[in-house]
């Protein structure tokens, strides 16, 4: 059976992308203190003598005296008036602020929780409509250099799907079965035939290769083949997920490569391709 070898290349490609970081160290001058001046204290002159004046006469005391308690009286009043304005002044300050402290608090109770928007979506649609899946627009779809003219006018079709902030791929293909084969959707052995010849050629695309599991699905009544391994390609560690479908006269797979440290991540995108839990 004729079937796409994925390339180290397409692997290294994903651990080659990096996050850059840029950093900025702001400088702060500190502002010298001002240094104050006192100005000198001018001395008061000496009182001059007082000459000698003729004593007034007691009606002028004591209409002097009598000047200086209205002022006194007026004085006393304004600055009273003053005290009584400025504490009303405080009082109204402070219930205006309780106010609207009142106001904020009831208004931040009732306030609706935003409701986050679901992740936009792309469909993919393989095998006749019988195999269709969405993938998150995050990933960005690009052409396969691994399909050739000869491979397309063979009738392979492929696309790759790449996460650049997550590090991930998935990789989309569509084959032929050799001499125009047709089978059922849930033809066990062409499914078994698939799954033996990915794993011979990952065995010899990945270092530290390592089988962690094989599964067998039902998706909407297509049977589904997934087979779960590990590997290292030029020091970076991955995880890849093959999801095979048949049907008919044509073979799907689906390779899913993450970043061994992103299981959760990865695990949770193959189980949308899948259906599985």
């Known amino acids: 059976m004729r079937s796409l070898n994925l390339k180290t290349v397409v692997v290294c490609s994903v651990l080659a992308l990096c996050l850059g970081m840029t950093g900025a160290q702001a400088a702060t001058d500190t502002p010298q203190p001002a240094t104050s001046t006192t100005p000198k204290t001018t001395q008061p002159s000496k009182t001059s003598k007082t000459s000698k004046t003729s004593t007034p006469s007691k009606t002028a005391k004591s209409s002097k005296t009598s000047t200086i308690s209205k002022t006194a009286k007026s004085s006393k009043t304004s600055k009273s008036s003053k005290t009584a304005k400025t504490s009303a ?147 970076g560690k991955v995880l890849s997920t093959t999801i095979a479908a048949v049907s008919g006269t044509r073979t799907a797979v689906v390779n899913v490569i993450s970043l061994e440290k992103d299981v959760k991540a990865h695990e949770a995108l193959v189980n949308s391709l899948t259906g599985g839990k």
Do not use: W
């Open 89 to 235: 002044t405080s009082k109204t300050s402070k219930t205006t602020k309780t106010s609207k402290t009142t106001k904020t608090s009831k208004s931040a109770k009732t306030a609706p929780k935003p409701v986050p928007a679901p992740p936009a979506t792309q469909q993919v649609t393989m095998l006749g409509g019988k195999y269709v899946f969405a993938l998150p627009k995050d990933y960005v779809e690009g052409p396969m250099e691994e399909i050739d003219d000869k491979a397309r006018a063979a009738g392979v079709t492929g696309s790759l799907y790449m996460n650049k902030p997550a590090k991930r791929v998935v990789i989309v293909t569509e084959t032929p079965l050799p001499d125009a084969q047709n089978v059922p959707s849930n033809d066990t052995q062409t499914l078994d035939n698939i799954i033996a010849e990915t794993l011979v050629q990952q065995q010899s695309s990945y270092k530290d290769f390592s089988k962690l599991g094989e599964k067998k699905i039902v998706r909407q009544g297509l049977d589904l083949r997934q087979l779960d391994i590990s590997g290292s390609v030029e020091g």
